[in-house]
């Protein structure tokens, strides 16, 4: 039984292979690209990743039961923290003029919401395999988001630089962690049951790149109230 859960690994690693190619295949040509529209993507993905990665992780953290996925969280949290990745990527935006504006937040408002419902349900195997898709892409994605900051006339590249090197490592961790967690359960799931996460982080980066293009992914758990930067966006 050991064997067969640890072999999930395999398939599901696959899985997250082929949904970071889509990703990449589907970015735009930057030569296509107005400044305007390369400000945005940077501000955009400023905007969700600044105040929301060590949150994210943090729930990985409190979600995981195995010694080793909190060891290997915990380093990662450790890195991020240590180094103020939050105030590189700050750097980064004012570097390229891309500080996230009001439009920017409300561009990805109703995806990002989505995810930090989903990470708030601690669901250690689906958010750790999420954060493992999210560092995988994130690796994928720096040379062509430091090609967008140089275009703007940026020579500020030291997240970029930082991320596409470290995020591999972390990359390989979270595969491990994942591993770890699977062996605490009493059969291994299947893997298109644990994309949930994935899936939905996966409709976020969409709205990060494509703002007019991407469907907005389902806030689970939703009530009735109606949320004022709702009302704001549709006006």
Same mark, same amino acid.
């Given at each position: 039984?050991?064997?067969?859960?640890?072999?999930?690994?395999?398939?599901?690693?696959?899985?997250?292979?082929?949904?970071?190619?889509?990703?990449?295949?589907?970015?735009?040509?930057?030569?296509?690209?107005?400044?305007?529209?390369?400000?945005?993507?940077?501000?955009?993905?400023?905007?969700?990743?600044?105040?929301?990665?060590?949150?994210?992780?943090?729930?990985?953290?409190?979600?995981?039961?195995?010694?080793?996925?909190?060891?290997?969280?915990?380093?990662?949290?450790?890195?991020?923290?240590?180094?103020?990745?939050?105030? =590189? $990527? !700050?750097?980064?935006?004012? /570097?390229?003029?891309?500080?996230?504006?009001? #439009?920017? @937040?409300?561009?990805?408002?109703?995806?990002?919401?989505?995810?930090?419902?989903?990470?708030?349900?601690?669901?250690?195997?689906?958010?750790?395999?999420?954060?493992?898709?999210?560092?995988?892409?994130?690796?994928?994605?720096?040379?062509?988001?430091?090609?967008?900051?140089?275009?703007?006339?940026?020579?500020?590249?030291?997240?970029?630089?930082?991320?596409?090197?470290?995020?591999?490592?972390?990359?390989?961790?979270?595969?491990?962690?994942?591993?770890?967690?699977?062996?605490?359960?009493?059969?291994?799931?299947?893997?298109?049951?644990?994309?949930?996460?994935?899936? =939905? $982080? !996966?409709?976020?980066?969409? /709205?990060?790149?494509?703002?007019?293009?991407? #469907?907005? @992914?389902?806030?689970?758990?939703?009530?009735?109230?109606?949320?004022?930067?709702?009302?704001?966006?549709?006006?």
């Amino acid at each position: 039984m050991a064997a067969a859960k640890r072999s999930l690994t395999a398939p599901v690693q696959e899985l997250v292979e082929r949904a970071i190619e889509e990703l990449m295949a589907s970015l735009p040509d930057p030569d296509q690209l107005s400044p305007e529209e390369q400000r945005g993507i940077i501000a955009r993905y400023t905007a969700v990743l600044e105040g929301n990665f060590i949150y994210w992780m943090t729930a990985a953290y409190l979600a995981v039961g195995s010694d080793e996925a909190h060891a290997i969280i915990e380093d990662n949290l450790r890195e991020e923290v240590r180094d103020n990745h939050p105030g =590189m $990527l !700050r750097r980064f935006a004012i /570097a390229a003029r891309a500080v996230p504006t009001e #439009t920017d @937040a409300l561009a990805v408002y109703r995806n990002l919401e989505a995810v930090r419902r989903f990470v708030g349900e601690l669901s250690a195997v689906k958010t750790v395999l999420m954060m493992a898709f999210f560092e995988g892409f994130i690796t994928r994605f720096m040379p062509y988001l430091a090609d967008l900051a140089a275009r703007r006339g940026s020579a500020e590249q030291e997240y970029t630089d930082v991320h596409g090197v470290v995020d591999v490592v972390h990359t390989e961790g979270l595969f491990r962690a994942l591993e770890a967690e699977i062996r605490l359960g009493p059969e291994a799931p299947e893997p298109a049951r644990l994309l949930t996460g994935m899936e =939905m $982080l !996966r409709t976020l980066i969409e /709205a990060v790149v494509h703002p007019h293009v991407a #469907t907005a @992914a389902p806030v689970e758990h939703a009530t009735d109230a109606v949320d004022p930067l709702v009302i704001q966006e549709a006006a």
